[in-house]
């Protein structure tokens, strides 16, 4: 059981974080399975997430948590949250009010594009 300081133990030993101690989470709306953003936890932000059901974040450049939404009011609040098979990524189902990326755009996958990827349009058996 969490308490209001710390991660669970069993789920923080399981976590590979990067040598800055964030993981890497992945933040999807849950019925559409649109995938809207990248954001960075620390095992304090993730407890953040998994208790208060609004997903938190580390910021990087600032080094301080933040609130999705707190300022904006486009929030998001935790549908469920799953562990990659290696530890090292969360994917976060969420049900998203309004924008999730800073620019506006409902999604922080529009501005940058697509890439021009070589698709294979017979998938091999």
Known sequence: ????????????GRLKRDAAGLIAAIIQQHDTREVLMLGW???????RTLTQGRVTFY????QEYWRKGDTSGHTQHVKSVALDCDGDALLIQVHQVGA???????????????????VDPEPVS
């Open 41 to 47: 936890m620390d095992d304090e932000a993730l407890r």
């Open 100 to 118: 999730a990326c800073h620019t506006g755009e409902r999604t922080c996958f529009i501005a940058g594009g697509d890439l021009g990827a070589q």
């Open 1 to 12: 059981m969490m308490t209001t300081s710390e991660l669970d133990p069993d789920l923080a």
């Open 59 to 62: 910021s990087r450049s600032r």
